[in-house]
Structure formats: C-alpha cells, structure tokens
C-alpha cells in the first residue's frame, strides 16, 4: 500500500530565509505527486505536481519541488520565503488509473518576522 | 472558472437533526469528492462520484448520505450526526477519475453537532 511521509510537523522559519518541507512516499509503481497549501479556514490549493518528465517542477507562489525517484522523495523548497506564506502543507501521491489521493500528515510552515 | 463552491460555511446542528451540505463547480468535471478534515490533520476522503455514479464509499457510516443530481451537483445529507463527527467538510472536483488529474476544492463547510 503507498504511504507518505512528511517528515517535519513543524518548521519555523524567518522572513526571506529558505524553506525545504520534505516528503517521502512508498510505491512500488509508478506514481503522481502533488503538494498542496491550505491557509486558515480555507480549503486546499494546489502548489505544484509531478507526472513525468523533468524532475524539476516549479509551481505557484515561488516554491519549486525535486522528484527523485531513487530516494522517492519529492521535497518543496522555496528560496526566500514571506509572512503570507505561513500555512499547512500537504504532499500527496496517487497511483496510476484510480484517482484516490494519499496524504501525508501535512507541514505546518511558520514564518516570523 | 475554476472554483468550486460549497454552502453553507458554517453549520451548526444537534443529533436529532437533518441537514444537507451543497457543492457546486462548473469546470466541466466528471469526479467529485466529499472529504472530512479534522483540526491538524489531513483530508480523509469518504465518498467519490465519478460520471455521477458513486464509485467509492470509504465505508461512511450511513448517517452520512451522498447524492449527486447531476454533474455540476453534489450533496451529502446528514441525519443523526454525533459530536465526533464535527469537522470540516470539504468537497472536490477533478476532470476525471484519474491519478494524473488534480483535484480543485472548495472552502469548506465547518459543522459542529452539538
């Protein structure tokens, strides 16, 4: 069965410092990543995906994440981060046909000023 | 438009009453979710339609009832609700039943059962 794993629960960072949020999934085949933000009080956006192709995938508000398959990792960076990016992260992974999400268990992400 | 719209965003109902939550999009898609979030933790998706046939049931106890009259539409009536089951309600849309596709959700309905 597939799994994800957020490895932090929380990360403190300070304005306009670098953030990594990491994620670790278990499948055997070939799957479809995805991280998603959700803001107080708000339903969940859509940050970035991977389905194929470069490794490499840049999303919405600055963040970009790596897929490496040999780690089966799909970290979330972000070079310089703001106030507003102060939320709850959520790396997902579904498998092939079916479109069944699997969570991790989210990142909350504190920014001080 | 890619929004998808749920009514209403707070709702507050006692153990004895009925009440149903409402979901729109009109992005043209042809699976919709219904997923229950508790504070701190992620979405458990409970209900899955796909071409507005109820393809998954995450083994939902039945005082949770989905219904989808069409395909911009989906409900779920709540009847006999227990405290437990406050949370926040969020649905979700996808172009299809596919694990390449991504899936837009809404703001969320916050219920509390008292």
């Known amino acids: 069965a597939q799994s994800v794993t957020q490895l932090d629960s929380q990360v403190p960072v300070f304005e306009e410092a670098p953030v990594e949020l990491r994620c670790n999934y278990s499948?055997?085949?070939?799957?479809?990543l995805f991280w998603y933000v959700q803001y107080p009080n708000q339903g969940l956006q859509l940050l970035l995906k991977?389905?194929?192709?470069?490794?490499l995938v840049k999303g919405i508000n600055g963040f970009e994440a790596e897929f490496n398959k040999s780690q089966t990792s799909f970290h979330l960076r972000k070079p310089s981060v703001h106030i507003s990016d102060t939320a709850e992260y959520f790396c997902a992974v579904s498998e092939g046909v079916a479109g069944k999400l699997i969570f991790g268990q989210g990142t909350e992400l504190s920014v001080k000023p | 438009d890619t929004e998808v719209t749920q009514t209403p965003k707070h709702l507050v109902m006692g153990m004895t009453n009925k009440k149903s939550l409402k979901c729109e999009q009109h992005?043209?898609?042809?699976?919709m979710y219904w997923y229950k979030q508790k504070a701190k933790k992620p979405p458990e998706l409970m209900f899955v339609?796909?071409?507005?046939?109820?393809?998954i049931n995450e083994s939902v106890p039945s005082r949770f009832s989905p219904e989808c009259p069409n395909s911009s539409l989906l409900n779920l009536h709540l009847h006999a609700l227990q405290p437990e089951d406050s949370a926040l309600y969020l649905c979700?849309?996808?172009?299809?039943?596919?694990?390449?596709?991504?899936?837009?959700f809404g703001p969320g309905t916050r219920l509390t059962v008292t």
């Open positions: 339609y796909s071409y507005e046939k109820l393809s």
């Open positions: 499948s055997s085949v070939s799957v479809y």
């Open positions: 991977y389905l194929s192709g470069s490794t």
């Open positions: 979700a849309s996808s172009q299809d039943y596919s694990g390449s596709y991504e899936q837009y």
């Open positions: 992005m043209g898609h042809r699976a």
